[in-house]
């Protein structure tokens, strides 16, 4: 879950973490500007500087102009509800701190640059030694002293470096308590008067550890907050509230179209692949949607009844990349199960199951029982794909 | 009842147990509970069993069986 820029900067705050003074307003309500300000689209999205999302006012009149514009102008997707108000900062260099996880070496890692207000992937690549990363522990945090090790790494000195590490170490500190996958300020920027200020910042918390903070779940049911341009559906619905059955896997990151080919499909690239595949081979996808990391029977067999529950689809697609984290025959057994439980025969419902990975023998086992046609992993997900077109027809 | 696994339980080599509790809660989906001091499947989980023969172990020899019906 994405927090918005103001919500993540009173969580700063929280921190002694200093952020420009602002005001957050609604449509039609009071202004009172009496100098420059930043006015800042609030919407889970980055690149609003560039996107037109953050613009400048000097007078009430500007500023309300301007304010009538990110209200009313959809961006990336998102229509904003409330606008951000800061007061403008004179800025004589920006910096870079971000706190993330690294999955490769399972520890979080904290990132430093000298240059700020950048994309810092681009810069990583075009001068590394710009860029300065150390991962740490989530027993002993990140004290002051290693932050000014990091810091220090990127050539910067004196009065500053204490100030630079003093920050870093209590965005690892935000990180840690709010179970954030990410805590990033870009810029946070050193003004005319010699103080550290964060400019921006992106929180990103773990969906999976929301059951921990409840005020921030709360945050995010409030329809409130943005308007997406594109509402989610009575179907989609349906789809989250099963996911959430159990803890186990995920099964239900649904999205709703308008074709007759149901798809139960893995997680990430491959996914995405199949769903691409299932179009170039001329079939219309009745929905996109995840599953993965062992969901439980029952959550894939609801979902497979959901997807059924559609009048016009007759035959799903089940394509999986080949996986190690999923097992073949829980999501074989999901699946029958809720063709079954639709009043269907699986035989003729499944245009194709391609699994392959962790079980297969056994999920095969069970498919055969039920005359379903499978593939192994000889047969590429594009292949699979233009089976059950073929099927489906 | 389970569409693809039935689970058994020989409540013989049960009663009178100490570690029934114990031998009940190993299982990872909660697919046995107690009931009048008694281990007892619960029948809409069985088909969750993941097949980690954990409760195999747990309990004593023989008392518990586990059928995958799409073997028969």
């Known amino acids: 879950m994405r927090l918005l820029e103001y919500e993540s900067k009173e969580i700063l705050s929280k921190y002694q973490i200093p952020t420009p003074a602002a005001t957050l307003i609604s449509k039609g309500g009071p202004l009172d500007i009496k100098g420059p300000v930043m006015l800042k689209s609030q919407i889970p999205v980055g690149g609003r500087g560039k996107s037109g999302g953050i613009l400048e006012a000097s007078t009430n009149d500007d500023a309300k102009t301007h304010i009538e514009y990110l209200l009313s102008t959809p961006l990336k997707g998102y229509k904003a509800t409330q606008i951000l108000i800061e007061e403008k900062m004179q800025v004589k260099q920006e910096f870079f701190m971000a706190v993330t996880y690294d999955t490769v070496i399972k520890a979080p890692v904290a990132i430093f640059s000298r240059e700020g207000g950048v994309d810092i992937e681009t810069l990583a690549v075009r001068e590394p030694g710009k860029v300065w990363q150390e991962p740490f522990s989530v027993r002993s945090k990140l004290p002051q002293y290693r932050a000014r090790e990091i810091i220090s790494e990127t050539g910067v000195t004196g009065g500053h470096l204490l100030g630079l590490a003093a920050i870093l170490s209590k965005l690892a500190d935000i990180f840690l308590d709010y179970d954030a996958t990410l805590a990033e300020i870009n810029p946070l920027a050193l003004i005319e008067d010699g103080r550290l200020v964060a400019l921006d910042c992106h929180l990103e918390i773990d969906d999976d550890a929301a059951f921990r903070h409840k005020e921030l779940v709360q945050l995010g049911e409030d329809q409130s907050r943005f308007e997406a341009s594109r509402q989610v559906t009575e179907f989609e619905r349906k789809a989250a509230e099963i996911d959430k059955i159990d803890h186990r896997g995920v099964a239900g990151r649904m999205i709703e179209f308008d074709g007759n080919m149901g798809l139960i499909i893995g997680g990430g690239g491959a996914s995405l692949t199949a769903f691409d595949a299932v179009r170039a081979h001329g079939g219309a996808p009745a929905n996109y949607c995840e599953i993965g990391g062992n969901p439980s029977v029952q959550k894939v067999a609801e979902l497979t009844k959901l997807i059924l529950s559609k009048p016009n689809v007759q035959k799903i697609a089940v394509i999986m990349n080949v996986v190690s984290n999923t097992r073949v025959d829980l999501v074989a057994r999901g699946i029958i199960k809720g063709i079954l439980e639709a009043g269907k025969k699986p035989s003729e419902t499944v245009a194709v199951f391609r699994i392959p990975g962790a079980w297969e023998k056994e999920g095969f086992k069970i498919l055969t029982q039920y005359g379903v046609t499978y593939c192994d992993r000889t047969v590429s997900i594009d292949a699979a794909a233009r089976i059950a077109v073929e099927n489906a027809n | ?72």
């Not at chain 2, 809660?25 to 954990?54: A, G, H, Q, S």
């Open chain 2, 1 to 72: 009842m389970g569409e693809f696994i039935k689970v058994e339980i020989d409540l013989s080599r049960c009663a009178g147990r100490k570690k029934i509790v114990e031998w009940v809660r190993v299982c990872p989906v909660n697919i046995f509970k107690m009931e009048d001091k008694l281990p007892v499947v619960v029948e809409e989980n069985e088909d969750e069993c993941t097949l980690c023969m954990l409760c195999v172990e747990a309990f004593p020899k023989g008392a518990i069986t586990i059928h995958k019906l799409y073997e028969a």
